[in-house]
């Protein structure tokens, strides 16, 4: 079945979903969807409530968000991976050198294939994800594309306070290369995708790695910075999520 009967199932009124607007998004969608799958990912492409929030958002937040599909499924399908190894470092490379970004050689080493990579700019604004990390969650790559981060996840507020203070002094000394000093926490699910009934939300635990400032190759290159971790789900259900509650 094609992505746009999947998507027409649950609607009645078709039109919002496949009007001129939306349909770059999903196109999007759907070279993304391709690109995860080669990389080992297995999560759903939608859900009812990432399908509602799509007809809500502005024409420039789907176009925001059609461009960052694009350009990863581009990244993805391009990425040098033979000469690099992993595939993982493959991609963030390719990422790094669109936005004209360099990160540190020992930061890069460290990284294989189980390490979840983000970029994101002085202003919080993330710029790339690996793909490692939907092994880390059970939404669709839609919610994750539709959803603000504090919709879908929620963390305990000491680790929001430490990842802030570390994230401050690698951008006020704009430090290479150091390690995330953030505890391992839980990231808990919060967000009812309308795909289950009850909802069963998933945690994964979070183990911080790594931290840098990445250097500015060109002048409109934005000021970012570079994390890694490695985590996996732990736990799936509200009767697992509060034998949680001590972490």
């Known amino acids: 079945m094609n992505q746009r009967a999947i998507l027409c199932e649950d609607f009645n009124d078709q039109s919002l979903i496949f009007d001129s607007t939306n349909r770059p998004t999903l196109q999007a969608l759907a070279s993304y969807a391709r690109a995860a799958m080669k990389m080992g990912c297995r999560n759903p492409i939608w859900s009812k409530s990432a399908a509602q929030q799509l007809l809500v958002l502005t024409d420039a937040k789907k176009k925001e968000i059609s461009d960052y599909l694009n350009l ?42 189980e390490t979840v990579v983000e970029i994101y700019s002085e202003d919080m604004l993330q710029l790339y994800r690996s793909f490692k990390m939907l092994d880390m969650t059970g939404y669709s790559l839609l919610d994750l594309s539709v959803f603000e ?13 430490q990842m802030q203070s570390e994230i401050a002094k690698v951008l006020e000394s704009e430090i290479p290369f150091k390690t995330f000093n953030v505890a391992p926490h839980v990231l808990r699910e919060t967000h009812d995708t309308g795909m289950t009934e009850p909802f069963i939300p998933r945690n994964a ?5 790594h931290i840098g400032y990445l250097k500015r190759t060109r002048p409109d290159a934005p000021r970012a910075f570079v994390c890694t971790a490695k ?8 009767a697992e999520t509060k034998s949680l509650a001590f972490l």
């Open 72 to 113: 990863c499924a581009y990244w993805a399908d391009n990425a040098n991976y033979a000469d690099k190894g992993v595939q993982e470092k493959g991609f963030l490379l390719k990422a790094l050198d669109y936005y004209g970004l360099s990160v540190d050689k020992d930061l890069l080493e460290t990284i294989d294939d």
């Open 149 to 161: 981060w504090y919709v879908l996840w929620e963390r305990p507020q000491l680790t929001i306070e």
């Open 205 to 209: 635990l979070v183990n911080f790695q």
């Open 231 to 238: 985590g996996s789900i732990i736990a799936e259900g509200f």
